[in-house]
């Protein structure tokens, strides 16, 4: 490794071969349905767009969006609007406890530059998004996986398997991350098993930090409550979310960190985080300007993804009956649906073999490993498919994906 760089971005940057087999297919002009594609600005979704356009045009009449009066923890109102949303999950929250970042990653870059020194750890749940590694990596942090135990057979909700993770922590622990709703199982946290974090982050002095970008979209009523409710007198919490997920709007690049916990804590990690966010001013006011009103659009866009991800969701299922060695796995909420399969009844070796197979059919899907799922058994794969694409493409992948487990000829 050259000198001159530093150990933190120092990955091995050559495309792996699935990344080079894609590349090839795309230079070739070669058909592809992608359903690997988690942007939901490639969905065609209405309500994202109508709202966008709509909290744009207030702000372009505004004479205050011709002003810069920054504030670090962001637009007062659009706060207050944040801090409306936690309190209708059943939050004590008011605006003071919200700050603004440019998207979810750099509230996690916010939030672990609170909590960590260079070396210090931070808890990751096993299966899960490859990103928050790298997030802690590039602030110096190492990152330790604890395990979530599957749900058995016919059911979805994953559970955290607290003793593992409290074998873990050591003297250097700093926060332990969940998902909730988790991608890409769509398990949301257990409230029990929040109650026995809570208590063993507040016995090890650790945070919990809790990433909700997904929490919009449960598929039925009675979603447990985010981390944020009854965090009051306990370890600090950090909630995570954003209008990425929330309202399928990535472009915008506008996100929230909601602290929780003993107030005395409470307040000096808002203190120490409008610190760092001071620091960079990277939230454009003008857009959070334009957060309560996108923040109002947010029914009728969750109940828009629902629609689409439900009617593709049934389309896998029906898809996979032709398919007997593969399970679609059930799911509580999220965007991707898990399909549990065996590669050799596709006549592929593993996980990996089974994907780039597919991309030669003409479908692109997530290989498992991508998540740290296990698979159950030599042969045995996971298949992520991300389930926002329009439902005729979605359909013609789903039937390619079908068609392989099932070894039909391609
Ligand atoms: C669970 C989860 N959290 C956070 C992010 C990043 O979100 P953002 O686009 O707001 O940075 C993602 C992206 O897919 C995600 O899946």
């Given at each position: ?114 909590l ?5 750890v931070v808890h990751l749940p ?18 330790s996986?604890y ?13 955290v398997?607290v003793?593992?993770l409290a074998?873990e922590l050591?003297?250097?622990s700093r926060a332990v991350l969940l ?10 946290v ?7 974090l809570r208590?063993l982050a507040?016995?090890r002095?650790v945070a919990l930090v809790s ?16 981390a ?7 370890p600090?919490c ?173």
């Amino acid at each position: 490794m050259h000198r001159v760089f530093a150990r933190r971005a120092s990955w091995d940057l050559t495309p792996n071969e699935l990344a080079r087999r894609v590349a090839e297919r795309r230079a070739g002009g070669r058909p592809l349905v992608d359903l690997a594609d988690a942007n939901p600005t490639h969905a065609s979704l209405r309500g994202p767009r109508e709202a966008l356009r709509a909290a744009l045009e207030a702000a372009a009449r505004d004479p205050e969006s011709a002003r810069y009066e920054p504030d670090p923890r962001g637009d007062p109102a659009a706060r207050e609007a944040v801090a409306a949303w936690h309190r209708e999950d059943g939050a004590r929250v008011g605006a003071e406890q919200i700050v603004l970042t440019a998207g979810t990653s750099e509230g996690y870059a916010h939030v672990f530059r609170l909590l960590g020194d260079p070396g210090d750890v931070v808890h990751l749940p096993a299966p899960g998004y490859g990103l928050f590694e790298h997030l802690a990596a590039l602030e110096g942090l190492e990152a330790s996986r604890y395990p979530l135990r599957p749900p058995p057979a016919g059911e979805a909700r994953w559970r955290v398997d607290v003793e593992a993770l409290a074998a873990e922590l050591g003297p250097r622990s700093r926060a332990v991350l969940l998902v909730h709703p988790h991608n890409p199982t769509g398990s949301f946290v257990d409230p029990a098993d929040l109650a026995a974090l809570r208590a063993l982050a507040a016995e090890r002095r650790v945070a919990l930090v809790s990433d909700e970008v997904f929490a919009d979209s449960a598929r039925g009523p009675g979603a447990p409550a985010g981390a944020l409710a009854g965090a009051e007198d306990g370890p600090l919490c950090v909630v995570l979310s954003g209008v990425s997920k929330l309202l399928a709007l990535p472009q915008c690049k506008l996100a929230w960190l909601a602290v929780g916990g003993r107030s005395a804590l409470r307040d000096e990690a808002l203190a120490r985080l409008e610190f760092i966010a001071d620091a960079y001013l990277s939230v454009s006011p003008l857009l959070a300007r334009a957060l309560p009103r996108l923040l109002a659009a947010r029914r009728g866009i969750a109940r828009e993804l629902l629609a689409r991800v439900g009617e593709n969701r049934a389309r896998l299922a029906d898809a996979l009956r032709s398919a007997p060695g593969a399970a679609l796995l059930p799911a509580e909420a999220g965007w991707s649906a898990l399909v549990r399969c065996d590669a050799h009844a596709a006549g592929a070796s593993d996980e990996e073999a089974l994907v780039l197979a597919l991309l030669e059919r003409g479908v692109l899907v997530q290989p498992g490993f991508v998540f740290d799922l296990e698979p159950l058994h030599a042969g045995g794969a996971h298949l992520v498919v991300s389930l926002l694409a329009e439902p005729d493409v979605f359909a013609r992948g789903a039937e390619l994906v079908a068609d392989a487990l099932a070894g039909r000829p391609g």
